[in-house]
């Protein structure tokens, strides 16, 4: 077997014919299959039976009454089913273009890489076709967190949110994978050292249905991404919370001398930006230091981004002690809290960011009419 298609399905019945003659179009010539797993509460898997009986390639239904692992599960459970050097997962509501299949292969083969993804965020990729400003907003947001959060392994990956890509089956062990939630490449980058290369890829429209994407799978990819990458997040967060507690008490021992809260606020925060800058050094990112940055370019970036923090913080300190009857150390607490995810994600993303290899290349260039996605929401699938 060439290739196994695997379309993780949660009531996509409209969608089943379209698609099997699509993908039968586009891999015209090569041996291949289709595995559909299937979690689905309506009559899909009896879509799937008539497009099989009709279809000029294998079409196989695993179809799962106890569905585990959400709809990283399901691909998993398709992966460990499949036979083919190269199992492209997609979507089930034509967003992935089944056209762009030839395009994912093609780059695989003539890279030597073990995962192909097709990605928005790269020069002929867009997001177009998710609705509304609010849920652009919130896939952009869930990607950089998540590119800030893993910035070894997906350093060659700018759509780790994808739900379209292409796997050579023998580079990934099936084994290291705990599927929950449903960002599964985001899965297989973190738990496996692979080959990325990228193809741009336009979001398309939903061709039937509705999407799947819920406060709920929010929560599973919260949860998903502090189960991954718990290690040096939770050291940024100790050492931020340390410079905070560092923070408060400079500048409540200063207002105990009489300093003005303002200068007590900017000196504690010097200090602490200092300690932090030299603690992260050590003990967070001390295997990104040799990026190509030198430490005083790591130092200037670090101090210029803190800076503007410590600004505005301070000014919007001055802000609610002047028109709000609330302390001002509980004030500069709160702030303190709301600026550690942007300090994260900056540190991350731009202080310790690191190189991409000479191996992340584009692939093969994709005709116009073949580039599509799913976005961060609409990839899910209610469990």
């Known amino acids: 077997m060439d290739v196994s298609?695997?379309?993780?399905?949660?009531?996509?019945?409209?969608?089943?014919?379209?698609?099997?003659?699509?993908?039968?179009?586009?891999?015209?010539?090569r041996t291949a299959e289709i595995v559909f797993v299937d979690d689905s509460t309506d009559d899909t898997p009896a879509a799937i039976l008539r497009a099989a009986a009709r279809a000029q390639i294998p079409v196989r239904l695993i179809h799962r009454d106890h569905p585990a692992g959400g709809l990283s599960g399901a691909v998993l459970g398709g992966l460990a089913a499949t036979v083919g050097e190269w199992c492209v997962v997609m979507d089930g509501d034509l967003q992935h273009p089944p056209e762009l299949i030839p395009v994912l292969l093609a780059s695989g083969v003539d890279q030597v890489a073990d995962v192909v993804v097709a990605s928005r965020h790269i020069s002929g990729g867009s997001s177009?076709?998710?609705?509304?400003?609010?849920?652009?907003?919130v896939s952009s947001a869930a990607t950089v967190l998540t590119r800030a959060m893993f910035p070894t392994r997906l350093r060659n990956c700018t759509d780790p949110m994808?739900?379209?890509?292409?796997?050579?089956?023998?580079?990934?062990?099936?084994?290291?994978?705990?599927?929950?939630?449903?960002?599964?490449?985001?899965?297989?980058?973190?738990?496996?050292?692979?080959?990325?290369v990228e193809v741009p890829f336009v979001f398309g429209e939903r061709h039937a249905g509705e999407s799947k994407a819920d406060f709920r799978q929010g929560l599973r990819f919260v949860t998903q991404l502090a189960t991954l990458?718990?290690?040096?997040?939770?050291?940024?967060?100790?050492?931020?919370?340390?410079?905070a507690v560092g923070n408060l008490a400079i500048m409540a021992l200063l207002q105990a001398f009489g300093v003005w809260y303002l200068l007590a606020a900017i000196i504690a925060a010097v200090v602490t930006m200092v300690t932090n800058f030299l603690l992260q050094e050590?003990?967070?990112?001390?295997?990104?230091?040799?990026?190509?940055?030198?430490?005083?370019?790591?130092?200037?970036?670090?101090?210029?981004?803190?800076?503007?923090?410590?600004?505005?913080?301070?000014?919007?300190?001055?802000?609610?002690?002047?028109?709000?009857?609330?302390?001002?150390?509980?004030?500069?607490?709160?702030?303190?809290?709301?600026?550690?995810?942007?300090?994260?994600?900056?540190?991350?993303?731009?202080?310790?960011?690191?190189?991409?290899?000479?191996?992340?290349?584009?692939?093969?260039e994709a005709a116009p009419g073949f580039l599509a996605d799913r976005s961060a929401g609409n990839d899910a699938r209610a469990r």
């Open 5 to 29: 298609v695997i379309v993780p399905t949660f009531n996509e019945a409209p969608n089943v014919p379209e698609l099997v003659r699509r993908i039968e179009t586009a891999l015209e010539g």
């Open 128 to 137: 177009a076709g998710l609705s509304g400003f609010v849920r652009r907003l």
């Open 162 to 196: 994808t739900g379209f890509f292409a796997v050579r089956r023998s580079s990934v062990d099936l084994g290291s994978l705990r599927p929950r939630g449903f960002k599964i490449l985001l899965e297989i980058l973190a738990r496996n050292a692979v080959t990325v």
């Open 229 to 243: 990458r718990f290690g040096r997040l939770s050291g940024f967060a100790l050492i931020g919370a340390l410079g």
């Open 282 to 364: 050590r003990f967070v990112f001390h295997d990104l230091r040799e990026e190509g940055r030198h430490v005083w370019t790591r130092l200037a970036q670090s101090f210029g981004f803190n800076g503007a923090e410590t600004t505005l913080r301070t000014y919007l300190l001055w802000v609610v002690v002047s028109v709000t009857s609330i302390p001002s150390v509980a004030a500069q607490a709160a702030l303190l809290t709301a600026g550690f995810v942007l300090r994260f994600v900056y540190h991350s993303r731009v202080v310790y960011r690191p190189k991409r290899t000479s191996s992340a290349g584009y692939g093969v």
